[in-house]
């Protein structure tokens, strides 16, 4: 099976994604070496006490996979974007698992601006919308306050014009 | 959503002043007039159904306020009602039995046992009356208790909403918009049913334990309730005469009781069963030791039950139509009749397994917002569309739901979507790259828009086709892998409301997939503009003839007035089909 080139899948005409802030690599950088860092403490802990040293090699697979993501992150968060058409609004996630959802603004039900400490910190938040489905998966990460604000608004403004029942 | 009262002045569960003194006096006449809410137009709550009622002071009242509406149904007047008095033990027999059944255990043992020579000493007879004393006291807390919930639940249909108020310590005030409503189900429970009584559940989109239950009423109120509120729900003015009409409804198929058991028999069931059984005996006789045997009677024990519950539930399944939507009756021990509103099913799956394929028979499906929200205990008992028919059944339910096929060739187009492959019909299969990825039934994967749906088929073992009308689609998705890259291909998802259908076209071709998501928004949107949640009323004309149309007139006839007896009610009512005047937030997010 010869790879055919990408057909724009996921790019329909004449849709210009907007990107996300690239604050949000950041802040998933600082996560993800968290995460990394923290089996370092009881490797470090059991080498110390145990005086066995080589019990820090259990920790290198770790590490690799951080390292790895750190270089994967920026081009993750490369790949979000959304784009709000006349009708309904595009948000596109994922590099290897590559996913599109398209929510009509008369289908939202509600939505949450939602930020966490670290978010917060950095200055971004995550806009997601709702429908009557529990399959829609619409979240837009790493919006500048402002803008998921007037995300927000708008999205709500939208779909109360176009509102249609269920 | 619909379940959160926006908060009006009183709305908050505010106690009942004068009410929770009252709470120990017995008498049931003594109604409290603050329970009635402040913020409509009712002075007085002379509720009770068995209690003297004021019927003088509730006519001044209607008239004073210049309530319109004649009272269509008893229950639906506006003021405030209990349940029906003996609520408490049909709701208390479980712990009644319960008890009783300790009961019978001790006089079981106590006669069994060799010390106990019948009873004649002092200390049998002292434990013997111990027990009774004990069991009534219970028995006295428990009627307490359920006399005192009783007291405090009230319900209230008005003309745009239903109240609901509950708890004795927690108060809950619930109210729900009608043109919110999603189905009304009468469910009859077993003693429910000995006591002649039903209950009445109001389904919205709420989520997790939104509906509004009302139990239990005298199953002809319970009824008539219905009716009022569906008829209050579609938008129909009830006339003057008061009563609701009742929706003339048609018949549609009845699943006899052969069928249903042996399309049981031809399950996957029966050969698990077999083969567990074969195992279990060839293991007993080899190792010699029967006690495995009793190891598995948990399992067998769960296995009967819930085929048990299948049988149950799919007993005397009737479908029916009429203009307030489709109704479905069955249950052997506990009843269930259900109504679904026109445009209120979110998606249809029909499902064949694989050996009903001899007589062809199919099972049905649905996704209906309301109903797949409710608790585990109810799954599965509201969203089978059709347990067993065959296809031609099958397709006259689908039509009933989609009246407009939206194709030129329906037939065509079904029987490819539930046992074709390829592209015929116009359908638009996965490519031969997808056998990679699901080597069994690629060929089978497909899917096909008309101008009224989309469908989706799959299954080459277990087949399956799924329907979504285009403007139930919530939102699309489309998915894709690396492997599916690599392959070319792509998976699109229509979101449906939660509830077992779940359309999923997998693996297409990629061009192909984008040209589904793209077509697909359009689609919906266009059907969306052009179709309204709470007009079903004017729905219904254009839907029977298309109905009557695209079946190409195999049955004498889709139109609400079957039976041909003149103008039916709802011709009659039509006129007064009233376009409710544009209030502002009626379409506002539940």
Do not use: N
């Not at chain 2, 969306?528 to 029977?544: F, Q, V």
Request: aromatic share 6%.
């Amino acid at each position: 099976m010869a790879a055919r080139a990408d057909d724009g899948v996921f790019d329909p005409e004449g849709v210009s994604w907007t990107r996300v802030s690239p604050r949000l690599a950041t802040v998933r950088r600082v996560g993800s070496a968290i995460g990394t860092l923290v089996p370092l403490v009881p490797a470090v802990l059991l080498a110390v006490l145990l005086d066995r040293w080589w019990i820090l090699l259990l920790w290198l697979p770790f590490a690799a996979v951080g390292v790895l993501r750190q270089v994967v992150i920026g081009r993750q968060v490369a790949a979000i974007g959304y784009a709000e058409r006349d009708d309904d609004l595009l948000v596109r996630q994922g590099l290897l698992f590559r996913t599109l959802v398209v929510v009509p603004y008369g289908r939202m039900q509600y939505v949450d601006v939602t930020a966490g400490p670290v978010d917060r910190w950095a200055g971004i938040a995550t806009v997601q919308l709702h429908t009557a489905s529990a399959g829609t998966d619409a979240s837009i990460p790493g919006l500048p306050p402002a803008e998921a604000e007037r995300l927000r608004d708008r999205l709500a403004s939208r779909g109360e014009a176009r509102m249609a029942g269920l | 959503m619909t379940a959160a009262p926006p908060p009006g002045p009183g709305d908050v569960a505010e106690p009942d002043r004068p009410g929770a003194p009252d709470l120990g006096t017995p008498d049931p006449s003594t109604s409290d007039p603050s329970t009635s809410d402040p913020s409509t137009s009712d002075p007085g709550g002379p509720a009770d159904p068995g209690g003297p009622a004021d019927p003088p002071d509730d006519v001044a009242a209607a008239a004073a306020t210049g309530v319109r509406d004649p009272e269509p149904a008893p229950e639906a007047d506006g003021t405030w009602k209990r349940m029906h008095p003996v609520t408490p033990l049909v709701r208390g027999w479980a712990v009644l039995a319960v008890l009783l059944f300790f009961v019978v255990q001790q006089r079981g043992e106590r006669a069994f046992s060799p010390g106990d020579g019948g009873g004649g000493d002092a200390f049998g007879r002292f434990q013997l009356l111990f027990t009774l004393g004990l069991v009534g006291v219970g028995a006295l807390v428990v009627a307490a208790w359920a006399y005192v919930t009783w007291r405090f639940t009230r319900f209230r249909v008005g003309e745009e909403v239903v109240e609901l108020r509950t708890g004795v310590l927690f108060r809950q005030h619930r109210r729900v918009r009608l043109d919110r409503l999603q189905a009304v189900d009468v469910v009859q429970p077993l003693v429910a049913r000995l006591t002649g009584l039903s209950e009445l559940k109001l389904e919205v989109a709420g989520g997790s334990g939104s509906d509004v239950s009302l139990a239990y009423l005298r199953s002809a109120d319970a009824q008539r309730l219905r009716r009022t509120l569906l008829a209050r729900a579609a938008g129909v003015q009830v006339d003057e005469t008061g009563e609701a009409p009742e929706a003339p409804e048609r018949e549609v198929l009845q699943v006899p009781v052969d069928r249903l058991l042996l399309s049981m028999l031809r399950s996957v069931w029966p050969v698990i069963g077999a083969v567990a059984l074969v195992v279990l005996v060839v293991v007993v006789v080899v190792t010699g030791e029967p006690g495995i045997a009793f190891g598995l009677v948990p399992a067998a024990l769960g296995v009967a039950t819930g085929v048990w519950g299948a049988f149950s539930r799919g007993f005397g399944f009737r479908i029916a139509a009429s203009p307030d939507g489709l109704r479905l009756r069955h249950g052997l021990t506990e009843t269930r009749a259900q109504t679904v509103p026109p445009g209120r099913v979110q998606a249809v799956r029909l499902r064949q397994p694989l050996l009903w394929r001899g007589p062809d028979w199919w099972a049905m499906e649905m996704d209906v917002a309301g109903y797949a929200g409710g608790g585990a205990d109810d799954a599965g008992k509201e969203t089978v569309l059709l347990p067993v028919g065959t296809r031609a059944q099958a397709v006259e339910v689908l039509s009933l739901l989609l009246p407009d096929p939206g194709c030129e060739d329906p037939a065509g187009v079904l029987g490819a979507g539930l046992e074709g492959t390829g592209r015929t019909h116009g359908w638009v299969d996965a490519p031969r790259s997808a056998r990679w990825l699901d080597p069994v039934a690629w060929r089978r994967r497909g899917y096909r828009t008309t101008g009224t749906a989309l469908l989706v088929r799959s299954g080459r073992l277990v087949r399956q086709l799924d329907v979504v009308p285009h403007e139930r689609t919530q939102s699309l998705g489309l998915e894709q892998g690396p492997l599916q890259r690599r392959l070319g291909l792509a998976t699109v998802t229509a979101h449906a409301t939660p509830g077992p259908v779940r359309p999923r076209a997998e693996h297409l071709a990629a061009p192909d997939a984008a040209r589904l998501l793209a077509e697909q928004a359009a689609r919906a949107r266009a059907a969306r503009s052009s179709a309204g949640p709470e007009r079903w009323m004017e729905d219904l004309a254009a839907a029977s003839r298309g109905a009557a149309g695209a079946t190409g007139g195999t049955r004498e006839g889709a139109a609400p007035d079957a039976g041909g007896t003149g103008p039916s009610p709802v011709e009659d009512a039509r006129p007064d089909v009233v376009a409710r005047p544009p209030a502002p937030g009626r379409e506002d997010a539940p």
